[in-house]
Structures are given as C-alpha cells and as structure tokens.
C-alpha cells in the first residue's frame, strides 16, 4: 500500500485536500446527518482542509451548504451542463470543466488526497475505484441504505491483490471525520498526541 504522505512527496503542505463522493439525489435524514456531523467534527481544522466536490446538488449540496458556512474552502469540478450552480463566495471555486460526469470525476479524485464516501451510487463506486487506482487512501462510511453499501461485501480489504491503497469503512461522519485527521497527522479530541507541523 502507498502511504499518504509518500504518495505526496516531501514538500512541505499547508492543507490537504478531501474528495467527497455522495449522491446527487435529495438525501435522507441519516445522510444529512452524516453530512452535517462530518463537517462539524473537521471544523477546528478547516484552514488545514480543503474539500472537492464534484457538483452543488443532492447529498453534495448539503456537504456544501455546511461546509462553507463553517469557513471552510470547499472547490467544485463541476461537469457540462450542472444541474445547479454553486454559490461565488469567498470560500469558494468553481471549476468549469465542460467535461462528461465520470470524465470530471477523474479531475475530481486526481486533484483529491483522500477520497470520502459519504454515500451514492454508480458515480460514488466509480470515484472509490479511480482513488484505488491512483493510490488515494478511501474512507467509506457504510450503512447509507445507498449502492456503496454493498463495497464491503465485494472489497472488504481491498480491490485487488496488488493493494494500491487502503480502505477504510466506517460507521458515521464523526468516524470519517477523525479517521481523516488520523491519517494526516492532526491532533483530535479522541485521538494520539501527534502534533501538525505542516509537512510531509
């Protein structure tokens, strides 16, 4: 398995990106909980976080919404022809690639240091098996009543036997969210005493 801060390099990093795979449909109560918990938990260390989010709808808009009211950076790979557009504020980019949805969804996990699954179907499997592919470590939090659900059954370990990155199921947001601070070395309530230095 390629660890993160190898897969980076040795330059020194003031921020990491996250991608986020989530449904573009209306979600439920649970997922917008899980939404709405996950960003809580990474508030104290959003100049630290930056999010990638492939468009401002369904589940995505939701992660959005809260997102940049917390002060966050959130940055949109949108594709041809969005089915709405994000809003122009401070803490936000919007990136206009009038590409194909899995065309953008290839800039979307490239761009991204750790990919996070917060729920979805085709487009959401599609995003976990290209941040296996380009050895993007993936957290997935499971139970959504979603399609990637069923990626713990087929990949309870890995997808193949050359072990490109790890993956990493979870229960909530909460876990998601502590499991990313996990794996860049940022201090959280419940977890070690590393300290963030800003770099690799």
Same mark, same amino acid.
């Given at each position: 398995?390629?660890?993160?801060?190898?897969?980076?390099?040795?330059?020194?990093?003031?921020?990491?990106?996250?991608?986020?795979?989530?449904?573009?449909?209306?979600?439920?109560?649970?997922?917008?909980?899980?939404?709405?918990?996950?960003?809580?938990?990474?508030?104290?260390?959003?100049?630290?976080?930056?999010?990638?989010?492939?468009?401002?709808?369904?589940?995505?808009?939701?992660?959005?919404?809260?997102?940049?009211?917390?002060?966050?950076?959130?940055?949109?790979?949108?594709?041809?022809?969005?089915?709405?557009?994000?809003?122009?504020?401070?803490?936000? =980019? !919007? $990136?206009?690639?009038?590409? #194909?949805?899995? *065309?953008?969804?290839? %800039?979307?996990?490239?761009?991204?240091? @750790?990919?996070?699954?917060?729920?979805?179907?085709?487009?959401?499997?599609?995003?976990?098996?290209?941040?296996?592919?380009?050895?993007?470590? =993936? !957290? $997935?939090?499971?139970?959504? #009543?979603?399609? *990637?659900?069923?990626? %713990?059954?087929?990949?309870?370990?890995? @997808?193949?036997?050359?072990?490109?990155?790890?993956?990493?199921?979870?229960?909530?947001?909460?876990?998601?969210?502590?499991?990313?601070?996990?794996? !860049?070395?940022?201090?959280?309530?419940?977890?070690?005493?590393?300290?963030?230095?800003?770099?690799?």
């Amino acid at each position: 398995m390629i660890g993160l801060n190898s897969s980076l390099g040795k330059a020194a990093i003031e921020h990491y990106y996250i991608g986020i795979a989530a449904v573009s449909e209306i979600p439920s109560s649970r997922l917008s909980d899980i939404a709405k918990e996950f960003v809580e938990t990474l508030s104290p260390y959003k100049e630290k976080i930056k999010f990638v989010l492939g468009g401002y709808w369904g589940l995505m808009k939701t992660i959005a919404i809260n997102a940049l009211n917390h002060g966050f950076h959130v940055i949109f790979i949108l594709p041809e022809e969005p089915a709405e557009e994000p809003p122009r504020r401070k803490n936000s =980019t !919007i $990136i206009r690639t009038e590409l #194909g949805y899995k *065309t953008r969804s290839i %800039i979307l996990v490239k761009t991204s240091d @750790i990919l996070v699954c917060l729920g979805g179907r085709i487009g959401s499997i599609i995003e976990v098996m290209l941040a296996y592919s380009f050895e993007k470590p =993936t !957290i $997935i939090v499971k139970n959504t #009543g979603l399609d *990637t659900d069923n990626l %713990i059954k087929a990949f309870p370990t890995t @997808i193949d036997e050359r072990r490109l990155a790890k993956l990493y199921y979870v229960e909530n947001g909460v876990e998601a969210a502590r499991k990313i601070l996990e794996l !860049i070395n940022i201090v959280g309530p419940t977890l070690s005493h590393k300290s963030f230095t800003g770099t690799g």
